[in-house]
């Protein structure tokens, strides 16, 4: 049995375009492998620990190989807790709509939380950066009020995606699968719906191979 790691980061729930493409994605999913177990975790909703400036001194006491003091520990372990939550999964679909071009503040929280040295990276002068988290597909749905298309202006824009495969490559994975529904709003609301449509039936394909 695997688990799969549903990652909403949309406070509209059934009114985000991202959430809608992924719920259909995931409910394929549950139909093909229905022993596989399933977490939801919408940013937005989950209790997140901020990392603050407890936090950072936590970290930099590992890094200068130092013991915590207790509230370094009390602090730290609620930056596991998310870590290994996270790393336990064997699969992960990811529903994220583009903020001011880039994505939402409570994912870069998230990914803050997450992309930390000796749990999902290493680093030596010998070899450099080395991602920790192999072999697990992801999948990330992204919604665009805008079209954001390779090859044209417009693509300068787009620090949502090009964001979420650095980032995610960096700590592993090697390959971000994606599927993009743009223009939501752009268009109008006639084309935002046939987007949406076009998306879910490529979502419902995925998901019997993911």
Do not use: C
Request: charge should be negative; glycine fraction near 6%.
């Amino acid at each position: 049995m695997s688990t799969l790691l549903y990652i909403q980061a949309s406070p509209r729930g059934t009114r985000s375009k991202s959430i809608a493409v992924a719920d259909a994605f995931v409910e394929e999913y549950r139909q093909q492998y229905s022993n596989d177990e399933i977490v939801t975790l919408n940013l937005f909703d989950a209790p997140m620990p901020d990392f603050d400036k407890l936090a950072v001194q936590a970290k930099y006491t590992i890094l200068h190989g130092k013991s915590h003091s207790s509230e370094e520990k009390q602090t730290w372990r609620q930056i596991e807790e998310v870590i290994e939550q996270f790393t336990s999964a064997d699969k992960y679909v990811l529903a994220v709509p583009m903020w001011n071009f880039s994505i939402p503040y409570r994912l870069k929280q998230y990914i803050d939380i997450l992309v930390q040295p000796g749990y999902t990276f290493s680093y030596s002068p010998e070899t450099g950066y080395k991602g920790l988290v192999h072999h697990k597909p992801l999948l990330t749905v992204y919604a665009r009020g805008g079209q954001y298309e390779t090859g044209t202006e417009a693509e300068a824009f787009d620090l949502q995606k090009k964001y979420i495969e650095l980032i995610f490559g960096f700590i592993g994975f090697e390959s971000v699968n994606s599927i993009i529904v743009e223009p939501t709003l752009q268009a109008g609301p006639d084309i935002a719906a046939e987007k949406v449509r076009n998306a879910v039936e490529t979502a419902k394909k995925l998901a019997a191979e993911f």
